[in-house]
């Protein structure tokens, strides 16, 4: 059938693309079960056959290699590690065999090609950690450290305070912390965790030591600082009153007239307190009255400062003017910690004058001399000559002139030729300090101890004066359950120091002598030995002053607990100084030119040709026993805390002195070794105070709080009648930010307290010991050179004095304070701070009485009749965060100000307000001419000289003298009536008082490092040169003249814009008539003192745990440190701004140091 053959189909173009895309598919299936079939056949292929006990792991692969046809492909730092062990395989596939290696060694491989198989890492994501961390209100905290323990691992919330940290595994722990806020730890968690960090009260909830007692810092009533011995471990300083200075608002710590090795610094609590000076603040121990300056500052645990009437109030009559209490370390149940301290430096002067050279010298002397008596001491050859000396000191001979065996013409100021450098040549450029200290403490629930032994030694960095000071320190303190309600405490401390100088009875000499030394005279003989004007003979000849002090101190009490919340605390203390002092004098030996010896001494230096011994032996005995109770009660929201007791104080001072002359031996020196006058004293006293003390503390849910003291004080320094006083003080506090309402509204403010006080406090110490009775003295021929003035009928013989004027009624100096202060902390307790107002009266201080008729016929006594103000301010504010847990930095100001003033003053015509208290004087006030400028031209002078100056001097001006203005207008410079309000051309013009007294500040760590630094200073204080002051002035009596290299900017022709006036120079008879002209007090010449110091700069470096646990150290922190490093002052370069006053003039004495030291502080 034909039609069957031609059938004609029509499919839809839809198949073909099916059946298209299924061939397709069919051939990849094909291809990618072909690849893979080669793959599984490529890495089944190849038996091995290999045994071995211990093999490498590349070892293990080369092998492999050479029984297949494979290759590996690895890295051989990543597999060098692997040692497989047991390796037993026959006729085994070689990928059976490796796989389980693989998966215990935590690699991986991959074929590429051609039989090339890579060994690599596996790689694993670690877990990550992700949250939110809010307040305690549900605020998020951005800024909150995120960190791994046990890893660096770390991050910081952002600003939703969310975070994503990626951990090492999931049995990880997160630390999670930030400035103000109580630290976490948690656990991982795949979870997104939401973390609460609640509120740091740790300062709100700080005990702060008060007076019997310790309170909370956030219950504080009165004005007390507070330091931990933390901040004083980041001022590695030898000296605990040195440590405190820039730390406490309101304390000032005064370095004083000298700064020698061994020297305390004088310490005063806000300002001026009298007019007797006896305003010192009272150092306690432990609660037993020391030095700071016998206690090592590595044995403090923390110190208080007590400031207004309300929180010193409890200490009585020798607290009026502040309390210092010093809480030392003590030991805590555990483990033993074993401590070591070590610091050693460098000392060096901070500043040194700058001496003239001799030609400078020369030529500034030759104008002094020829100003005052027109001629020149120095001529022209002999400045030509001393040229020639200092181009080259070889070329002459300094002593030209030697013709005669005297030594004295050897070092004749005029004919030498030398270019001395007399503090260069008596300083060095640095000595050795050490200190070091060794402590262990630790015990158990029942009984814990504290035991420490401590050195320090500091030499002097005078060149031939064998300075040397030494301190030990013991300490020790145990504290031990008797019973479930009897608790013993016992603590000894032991001191003795010893400081010896070759400066015996000279010191304040021998610094005023090295500065009027002249440049142009030598310190050698023809011979090269010193000479006698060198005064290094006097250094080297054995003199010397040897000063020993030991004290004890046992401090010991009972702390009976009879019911819950109530103590009875019985303490008995006891302190006992003892003091040798042993002063040897001997002449200096110098030689003539034929060698022989000369013994040689100076009359100003008190030191006879036969030399002399004194020896001074004292001993006081301290005692003091002190009962009282405290008593806490709660009722709901009232909170009571009651204290009382009784104090008392015993005092006894004993002390003999002997002194011989002519010594036998200069070797072995002693009383007895003597043929002169042997001469001895005795002195006794003693001194005794009586209190009775309570103390109420008040609180309403820590919101409004109240205190109130009372002190019944009795003193021995007054008569029966007038013996006994009660001062009492009140304060009250609230803290507003326990409001609700406050909490709500300011929110970034986590503590605000309101505080004010007044109160009362008597004080003794103005009062002498015996002032209400009739004091008599003894006469003896012979004692101490006093050959008595009566002769009679045996010649002169021994009889007593009539007594003096004395008053029976004197009685307490009242010190009445007030104070107003805030106290605060914001922005998450990153910033803290306190602010204070005070105003302190002192009433019924000893001055002079009302005037008395000529015929009384001796001085009349003193009477409780003046009265002194003092106001002031106190700021201290400090700010510490941190960037990250690694990162933290703080930041710190103090500012405080104050000012005295006597507002009652026997004194009713104010006579010499310039030098006596008068009713209105300011503390500090400085009196002085107004002058602008120097006399430049001969036309000014003749002009000026229409004035009356006769009052200063009858010569007149001459061009370079100070022009003092006429600022009355009378025709006349003078100083009126010189009472106040007729003080002719004088006026006030500056004060000492220091203003403005500041410190700043600041530390930053990083990791295990961490820098710290203080900066100190006075912001405004004045400074008057007194006349014939020639260490600044240059120029004065002739044997005074002093020139630095300031001085010799004086005025002459040729430097008529000079700043010196002219200089001159006389005998010291006849200098005042020519220095009147240009060195009284004026406005020209007021230097100010204000200065910023570098205190301190403390470098240190906590070594991690993980390099010291194998030798059992708990902690090494090693250390640089520098104090006095930097200072900026406009005040005269040849004075220090903390040592102005010295002993023998203005500036003239040893200098304050600079120190370098490197330490290491270690526990085991």
Same mark, same amino acid.
Do not use: C
């Given at each position: 059938?034909?039609?069957?053959?031609?059938?004609?189909?029509?499919?839809?173009?839809?198949?073909?693309?099916?059946?298209?895309?299924?061939?397709?598919?069919?051939?990849?299936?094909?291809?990618?079960?072909?690849?893979?079939?080669?793959?599984?056949?490529?890495?089944?292929?190849?038996?091995?056959?290999?045994?071995?006990?211990?093999?490498?792991?590349?070892?293990?692969?080369?092998?492999?290699?050479?029984?297949?046809?494979?290759?590996?492909?690895?890295?051989?730092?990543?597999?060098?590690?692997?040692?497989?062990?047991?390796?037993?395989?026959?006729?085994?596939?070689?990928?059976?065999?490796?796989?389980?290696?693989?998966?215990?060694?935590?690699?991986?491989?991959?074929?590429?090609?051609?039989?090339?198989?890579?060994?690599?890492?596996?790689?694993?994501?670690?877990?990550?950690?992700?949250?939110?961390?809010?307040?305690?209100?549900?605020?998020?905290?951005?800024?909150?450290?995120?960190?791994?323990?046990?890893?660096?691992?770390?991050?910081?919330?952002?600003?939703?305070?969310?975070?994503?940290?990626?951990?090492?595994?999931?049995?990880?722990?997160?630390?999670?912390?930030?400035?103000?806020?109580?630290?976490?730890?948690?656990?991982?968690?795949?979870?997104?965790?939401?973390?609460?960090?609640?509120?740091?009260?740790?300062?709100?909830?700080?005990?702060?030591?008060?007076?019997?007692?310790?309170?909370?810092?956030?219950?504080?009533?009165?004005?007390?600082?507070?330091?931990?011995?933390?901040?004083?471990?980041?001022?590695?300083?030898?000296?605990?009153?040195?440590?405190?200075?820039?730390?406490?608002?309101?304390?000032?710590?005064?370095?004083?007239?000298?700064?020698?090795?061994?020297?305390?610094?004088?310490?005063?609590?806000?300002?001026?307190?009298?007019?007797?000076?006896?305003?010192?603040?009272?150092?306690?121990?432990?609660?037993?009255?020391?030095?700071?300056?016998?206690?090592?500052?590595?044995?403090?645990?923390?110190?208080?400062?007590?400031?207004?009437?309300?929180?010193?109030?409890?200490?009585?009559?020798?607290?009026?003017?502040?309390?210092?209490?010093?809480?030392?370390?003590?030991?805590?149940?555990?483990?033993?910690?074993?401590?070591?301290?070590?610091?050693?430096?460098?000392?060096?002067?901070?500043?040194?004058?700058?001496?003239?050279?001799?030609?400078?010298?020369?030529?500034?002397?030759?104008?002094?001399?020829?100003?005052?008596?027109?001629?020149?001491?120095?001529?022209?050859?002999?400045?030509?000559?001393?040229?020639?000396?200092?181009?080259?000191?070889?070329?002459?001979?300094?002593?030209?002139?030697?013709?005669?065996?005297?030594?004295?013409?050897?070092?004749?100021?005029?004919?030498?030729?030398?270019?001395?450098?007399?503090?260069?040549?008596?300083?060095?450029?640095?000595?050795?300090?050490?200190?070091?200290?060794?402590?262990?403490?630790?015990?158990?629930?029942?009984?814990?101890?504290?035991?420490?032994?401590?050195?320090?030694?500091?030499?002097?960095?005078?060149?031939?004066?064998?300075?040397?000071?030494?301190?030990?320190?013991?300490?020790?303190?145990?504290?031990?359950?008797?019973?479930?309600?009897?608790?013993?405490?016992?603590?000894?401390?032991?001191?003795?120091?010893?400081?010896?100088?070759?400066?015996?009875?000279?010191?304040?000499?021998?610094?005023?002598?090295?500065?009027?030394?002249?440049?142009?005279?030598?310190?050698?003989?023809?011979?090269?030995?010193?000479?006698?004007?060198?005064?290094?003979?006097?250094?080297?000849?054995?003199?010397?002053?040897?000063?020993?002090?030991?004290?004890?101190?046992?401090?010991?009490?009972?702390?009976?607990?009879?019911?819950?919340?109530?103590?009875?605390?019985?303490?008995?203390?006891?302190?006992?100084?003892?003091?040798?002092?042993?002063?040897?004098?001997?002449?200096?030996?110098?030689?003539?030119?034929?060698?022989?010896?000369?013994?040689?001494?100076?009359?100003?230096?008190?030191?006879?040709?036969?030399?002399?011994?004194?020896?001074?032996?004292?001993?006081?005995?301290?005692?003091?026993?002190?009962?009282? !109770?405290?008593? #806490?009660? +709660?009722?709901?929201?009232? %909170?009571?805390?009651? $204290?009382? *007791? =009784?104090?008392?104080? @015993? &005092?006894?001072?004993?002390?003999?002195?002997?002194?011989?002359?002519?010594?036998?031996?200069?070797?072995?020196?002693?009383?007895?070794?003597? !043929?002169?006058? #042997?001469? +001895?004293?005795?002195?006794? %006293?003693?001194?005794? $105070?009586? *209190? =009775?003390?309570?103390? @109420? &503390?008040?609180?309403?849910?820590?919101?409004?709080?109240?205190?109130?003291?009372?002190?019944?004080?009795?003193?021995?320094?007054?008569?029966?009648?007038?013996?006994?006083?009660?001062?009492?003080?009140?304060?009250?506090?609230?803290?507003?930010?326990?409001?609700?309402?406050?909490?709500?509204?300011?929110?970034?403010?986590?503590?605000?307290?309101?505080?004010?006080?007044?109160?009362?406090?008597?004080?003794?110490?103005?009062?002498?010991?015996?002032?209400?009775?009739?004091?008599?003295?003894?006469?003896?021929?012979?004692?101490?050179?006093?050959?008595?003035?009566?002769?009679?009928?045996?010649?002169?013989?021994?009889?007593?004095?009539?007594?003096?004027?004395?008053?029976?009624?004197?009685?307490?100096?009242?010190?009445?304070?007030?104070?107003?202060?805030?106290?605060?902390?914001?922005?998450?307790?990153?910033?803290?701070?306190?602010?204070?107002?005070?105003?302190?009266?002192?009433?019924?201080?000893?001055?002079?009485?009302?005037?008395?008729?000529?015929?009384?016929?001796?001085?009349?006594?003193?009477?409780?009749?003046?009265?002194?103000?003092?106001?002031?301010?106190?700021?201290?504010?400090?700010?510490?965060?941190?960037?990250?847990?690694?990162?933290?930095?703080?930041?710190?100001?103090?500012?405080?100000?104050?000012?005295?003033?006597?507002?009652?003053?026997?004194?009713?015509?104010?006579?010499?307000?310039?030098?006596?208290?008068?009713?209105?004087?300011?503390?500090?006030?400085?009196?002085?001419?107004?002058?602008?400028?120097?006399?430049?031209?001969?036309?000014?002078?003749?002009?000026?000289?229409?004035?009356?100056?006769?009052?200063?001097?009858?010569?007149?001006?001459?061009?370079?003298?100070?022009?003092?203005?006429?600022?009355?207008?009378?025709?006349?410079?003078?100083?009126?009536?010189?009472?106040?309000?007729?003080?002719?051309?004088?006026?006030?013009?500056?004060?000492?008082?220091?203003?403005?007294?500041?410190?700043?500040?600041?530390?930053?760590?990083?990791?295990?490092?961490?820098?710290?630094?203080?900066?100190?200073?006075?912001?405004?204080?004045?400074?008057?040169?007194?006349?014939?002051?020639?260490?600044?002035?240059?120029?004065?009596?002739?044997?005074?003249?002093?020139?630095?290299?300031?001085?010799?900017?004086?005025?002459?022709?040729?430097?008529?814009?000079?700043?010196?006036?002219?200089?001159?120079?006389?005998?010291?008879?006849?200098?005042?008539?020519?220095?009147?002209?240009?060195?009284?007090?004026?406005?020209?010449?007021?230097?100010?003192?204000?200065?910023?110091?570098?205190?301190?700069?403390?470098?240190?470096?906590?070594?991690?745990?993980?390099?010291?646990?194998?030798?059992?150290?708990?902690?090494?922190?090693?250390?640089?440190?520098?104090?006095?490093?930097?200072?900026?002052?406009?005040?005269?370069?040849?004075?220090?701004?903390?040592?102005?006053?010295?002993?023998?003039?203005?500036?003239?004495?040893?200098?304050?140091?600079?120190?370098?030291?490197?330490?290491?502080?270690?526990?085991?």
């Amino acid at each position: 059938m034909k039609k069957n053959s031609h059938v004609v189909s029509h499919v839809p173009i839809l198949y073909y693309l099916k059946w298209l895309f299924m061939v397709k598919f069919t051939l990849l299936l094909i291809v990618a079960f072909g690849y893979n079939s080669y793959a599984n056949s490529t890495l089944a292929q190849g038996n091995i056959t290999l045994k071995n006990k211990s093999i490498k792991f590349k070892t293990l692969l080369q092998l492999i290699e050479k029984q297949t046809d494979l290759r590996f492909i690895y890295n051989d730092n990543q597999i060098d590690k692997f040692v497989i062990s047991d390796v037993n395989a026959i006729r085994k596939p070689w990928n059976e065999l490796l796989e389980p290696i693989l998966e215990k060694t935590g690699l991986k491989m991959q074929e590429i090609n051609g039989g090339r198989i890579i060994i690599s890492p596996i790689v694993v994501q670690d877990p990550r950690f992700h949250g939110k961390v809010i307040d305690s209100k549900g605020e998020p905290l951005p800024g909150v450290s995120i960190k791994e323990k046990g890893s660096d691992r770390s991050t910081l919330t952002n600003e939703k305070g969310e975070f994503t940290i990626a951990v090492k595994n999931t049995q990880s722990t997160i630390l999670i912390s930030s400035v103000g806020f109580v630290s976490r730890e948690v656990l991982y968690s795949s979870a997104f965790q939401s973390i609460q960090l609640a509120d740091d009260l740790a300062q709100l909830e700080e005990v702060v030591v008060v007076g019997y007692g310790a309170q909370k810092r956030v219950n504080l009533t009165g004005a007390v600082s507070a330091i931990s011995g933390r901040e004083l471990e980041n001022r590695p300083v030898v000296n605990a009153t040195q440590s405190l200075q820039g730390i406490v608002p309101g304390l000032n710590v005064n370095v004083g007239g000298n700064t020698k090795p061994g020297q305390s610094f004088n310490l005063n609590v806000r300002g001026v307190g009298n007019i007797s000076g006896t305003d010192g603040p009272y150092v306690l121990v432990d609660g037993m009255e020391m030095s700071l300056a016998d206690i090592n500052p590595s044995d403090i645990e923390n110190i208080s400062v007590l400031k207004d009437a309300s929180a010193s109030a409890i200490y009585g009559s020798r607290a009026a003017y502040g309390v210092i209490l010093v809480t030392t370390k003590k030991g805590t149940a555990g483990k033993k910690v074993i401590s070591f301290t070590g610091n050693t430096g460098l000392t060096s002067p901070v500043r040194l004058p700058d001496m003239a050279n001799s030609v400078e010298f020369a030529n500034f002397f030759n104008a002094a001399t020829f100003n005052a008596l027109g001629t020149k001491q120095y001529s022209e050859d002999k400045i030509a000559l001393l040229q020639q000396y200092i181009n080259d000191p070889n070329s002459l001979s300094i002593f030209p002139e030697v013709n005669t065996n005297n030594y004295a013409s050897w070092e004749n100021s005029a004919n030498g030729i030398a270019n001395t450098n007399w503090f260069n040549l008596h300083y060095k450029p640095t000595a050795l300090r050490q200190n070091y200290t060794l402590n262990m403490s630790g015990g158990n629930a029942g009984t814990q101890f504290y035991v420490s032994a401590g050195y320090y030694n500091e030499q002097g960095i005078l060149r031939y004066a064998d300075i040397d000071y030494k301190r030990y320190n013991f300490n020790s303190s145990v504290s031990s359950d008797l019973t479930s309600w009897l608790k013993l405490k016992a603590n000894v401390k032991y001191t003795r120091s010893n400081n010896q100088t070759p400066l015996a009875g000279y010191e304040d000499m021998f610094f005023h002598n090295l500065a009027r030394m002249r440049p142009n005279v030598s310190p050698y003989d023809f011979y090269g030995n010193w000479n006698e004007q060198s005064m290094v003979p006097y250094l080297q000849s054995g003199t010397k002053d040897d000063l020993t002090n030991n004290t004890l101190a046992v401090l010991s009490g009972l702390e009976i607990s009879p019911l819950k919340n109530w103590k009875i605390f019985a303490d008995l203390n006891y302190r006992l100084d003892n003091d040798a002092n042993d002063i040897l004098k001997l002449p200096g030996t110098i030689y003539g030119i034929d060698g022989t010896s000369y013994l040689v001494n100076r009359s100003e230096y008190n030191i006879p040709l036969g030399g002399s011994f004194e020896r001074k032996m004292n001993s006081n005995n301290y005692l003091t026993p002190n009962v009282y !109770t405290n008593y #806490k009660l +709660s009722l709901d929201r009232h %909170n009571f805390d009651i $204290t009382a *007791g =009784f104090q008392q104080e @015993l &005092n006894q001072f004993k002390e003999i002195y002997t002194s011989a002359s002519d010594l036998i031996s200069f070797d072995r020196p002693g009383i007895d070794l003597s !043929t002169g006058t #042997k001469s +001895s004293k005795e002195a006794r %006293n003693h001194w005794a $105070t009586r *209190g =009775f003390f309570a103390r @109420l &503390n008040y609180n309403f849910d820590q919101k409004y709080l109240l205190e109130i003291n009372g002190r019944y004080d009795g003193s021995s320094r007054f008569a029966p009648g007038n013996r006994w006083g009660f001062f009492p003080s009140v304060s009250a506090a609230y803290n507003i930010s326990e409001e609700s309402f406050f909490k709500d509204q300011v929110s970034w403010v986590n503590q605000l307290k309101i505080r004010g006080s007044y109160g009362s406090l008597g004080n003794q110490a103005g009062a002498g010991l015996y002032a209400y009775s009739e004091n008599m003295s003894i006469i003896v021929p012979g004692a101490n050179g006093a050959g008595g003035r009566y002769y009679f009928e045996n010649g002169r013989e021994s009889y007593i004095n009539a007594p003096g004027a004395f008053n029976p009624l004197i009685t307490w100096e009242t010190v009445r304070s007030a104070n107003f202060g805030l106290d605060f902390t914001a922005f998450k307790y990153r910033l803290t701070g306190t602010l204070d107002i005070y105003q302190r009266n002192t009433k019924d201080m000893l001055g002079p009485s009302r005037d008395v008729a000529d015929l009384f016929g001796t001085v009349p006594a003193k009477s409780n009749n003046a009265d002194l103000r003092t106001r002031g301010w106190e700021v201290n504010v400090k700010w510490r965060d941190q960037f990250s847990d690694d990162w933290s930095y703080n930041l710190g100001l103090i500012l405080t100000d104050y000012r005295s003033m006597v507002t009652k003053y026997q004194n009713p015509t104010k006579f010499d307000p310039s030098g006596q208290w008068y009713e209105g004087k300011a503390s500090g006030e400085i009196w002085g001419y107004t002058a602008n400028q120097l006399i430049r031209t001969q036309a000014e002078a003749d002009a000026y000289n229409e004035l009356d100056q006769s009052f200063l001097s009858a010569r007149d001006w001459i061009p370079g003298d100070v022009m003092y203005l006429d600022t009355n207008n009378d025709g006349k410079i003078n100083n009126g009536t010189n009472r106040l309000g007729d003080m002719g051309d004088i006026s006030i013009i500056g004060n000492t008082t220091p203003r403005y007294s500041y410190s700043l500040s600041g530390g930053l760590t990083w990791k295990n490092l961490s820098m710290n630094m203080l900066w100190q200073g006075i912001g405004k204080r004045d400074f008057s040169p007194a006349v014939a002051d020639a260490y600044f002035w240059g120029a004065g009596a002739l044997a005074q003249v002093t020139v630095f290299k300031q001085h010799l900017d004086y005025f002459s022709e040729s430097n008529p814009d000079a700043y010196y006036p002219n200089p001159y120079a006389a005998p010291a008879g006849a200098i005042n008539s020519y220095i009147n002209k240009t060195q009284l007090s004026s406005t020209r010449y007021l230097q100010s003192a204000a200065y910023l110091r570098l205190k301190n700069l403390t470098i240190s470096y906590n070594i991690p745990k993980s390099l010291i646990q194998r030798w059992k150290f708990e902690r090494i922190n090693v250390f640089v440190s520098g104090e006095n490093l930097l200072t900026f002052s406009p005040l005269a370069k040849m004075f220090d701004p903390e040592t102005i006053n010295g002993g023998s003039g203005t500036g003239k004495i040893y200098p304050l140091s600079k120190v370098y030291s490197f330490g290491l502080n270690v526990n085991f």
